[in-house]
Nanobody
Framework: QVHLVESGGGSVQAGGSLRLSCVAS?????????MGWFRQAPGKEREAVVT????????YWHDSLKGRFTISQDNAKNTLYLQMNSLKPEDTAMYYC???????????????????WGQGTQVTVSS
C-alpha cells in the first residue's frame, strides 16, 4: 500500500511563503513516475497546481502559478516539494499530493488520473 503524507501548510499573510512536502512510503517507486500537487478551495473543483514526471522531461503548470511556485524532489528521501512564494488570498485551499497515473495514457493534468493521494495540508493566506 502506498502512502503519501503532506506537511508544511499553515496560515500566512499575503506575500508570504510556504514550502509543502510530500513524503511517499518506501514501497512507492519514486523515479519514473508521475507526481504532482493539486489544490481544492471550498466550493470549487480540485485543480492541478503542477504535475511532473519525476525523471524529467514533462512538467505541467497551472497557468497563473508558474513563477511564484516551484516544484522540486529529493529522490533519496522519496519527497516531493512545492515552494510557494508571493502567496495571495486566492491561493487559500487544501493542497494535495498525488502520485502514479492509473493508466499511462491518462492526462496527468486531471486529478481523476491519479491513483494515490495524500490527506492534504491546508494553506490559508490572509490579506
Amino acid at each position: 500500500q502506498v502512502h503519501l503524507v503532506e506537511s508544511g501548510g499553515g496560515s500566512v499573510q499575503a506575500g508570504g511563503s510556504l514550502r509543502l512536502s510530500c513524503v511517499a512510503s518506501s514501497g512507492f517507486r519514486f523515479s519514473s513516475n508521475w507526481m504532482g500537487w493539486f489544490r481544492q478551495a471550498p466550493g470549487k473543483e480540485r485543480e492541478a497546481v503542477v504535475t511532473m514526471y519525476t525523471d524529467g522531461g514533462h512538467t505541467y503548470w497551472h497557468d497563473s502559478l508558474k513563477g511564484r511556485f516551484t516544484i522540486s524532489q529529493d529522490n533519496a528521501k522519496n519527497t516531493l516539494y512545492l515552494q510557494m512564494n508571493s502567496l495571495k488570498p486566492e491561493d487559500t485551499a487544501m493542497y494535495y499530493c498525488a502520485a502514479e497515473l492509473l493508466r499511462s495514457d491518462y492526462d496527468p493534468r486531471v486529478p481523476e488520473s491519479f491513483q494515490y493521494w495524500g490527506q492534504g495540508t491546508q494553506v490559508t493566506v490572509s490579506s
